[in-house]
């Protein structure tokens, strides 16, 4: 006998539609959430939702200009990669997510569209990251794809 926490095909239809969402803000460790979350999508048969927060980061530390020219490079690199999964599972339903500044404000706005969400080991917690979690119920499944010693 099992013991079962919710049922299977009660949990299936909460999350029904519901996406694996990971944020890419272009550091090596978004890479690796990024990689995780490809693969999560696949074994959940699941959409898979980019946020591509690497805005935020880029205007905080560099002139419009150059915020530009990070932008595009950090879009061309996504896309590449993306391109690489839809090669490998063309029946992937991706799709990126521009105009958020992080996971926890897309959550806020869009609590039920996550059924997971996908961080990297030096993701920064916060107040507010929780509380969205929290709000949405979504899973939480932190990587680490660089052993560390």
């Known amino acids: 006998?099992?013991?079962?926490?919710?049922?299977?095909?009660?949990?299936?239809a909460l999350t029904a539609?519901?996406?694996?969402?990971?944020?890419?803000?272009?550091?090596?460790?978004?890479?690796?959430?990024?990689?995780?979350?490809i693969e999560e999508a696949l074994l959940r048969g699941a959409p898979l939702r980019v946020l591509t927060t690497?805005?935020?980061?880029h205007r905080e530390m560099y002139d419009a200009t150059a915020v530009a020219e990070r932008d595009r490079l950090s879009a061309a690199q996504l896309e590449r990669r993306l391109a690489r999964a839809l090669k490998r599972a063309p029946e992937l339903d991706?799709?990126?997510?521009?105009?958020?500044?992080?996971?926890a404000e897309y959550l806020t706005e869009h609590p039920e569209s996550a059924?997971?969400?996908?961080?990297d080991a030096d993701h920064p917690d916060s107040p507010g990251l929780q509380t969205a979690l929290e709000r949405s119920g979504c899973a939480v499944l932190t990587c680490d794809r660089r052993h560390r010693l």
């Open 115 to 119: 059924q997971v969400l996908v961080l």
């Open 54 to 57: 690497w805005g935020a980061r």
């Open 17 to 37: 539609g519901a996406a694996v969402v990971v944020e890419a803000d272009g550091r090596t460790a978004s890479n690796d959430a990024l990689h995780t979350a």
């Open 94 to 103: 991706v799709l990126s997510i521009d105009g958020y500044d992080s996971a």
């Open 1 to 12: 006998m099992t013991d079962t926490l919710i049922d299977p095909a009660a949990a299936s």
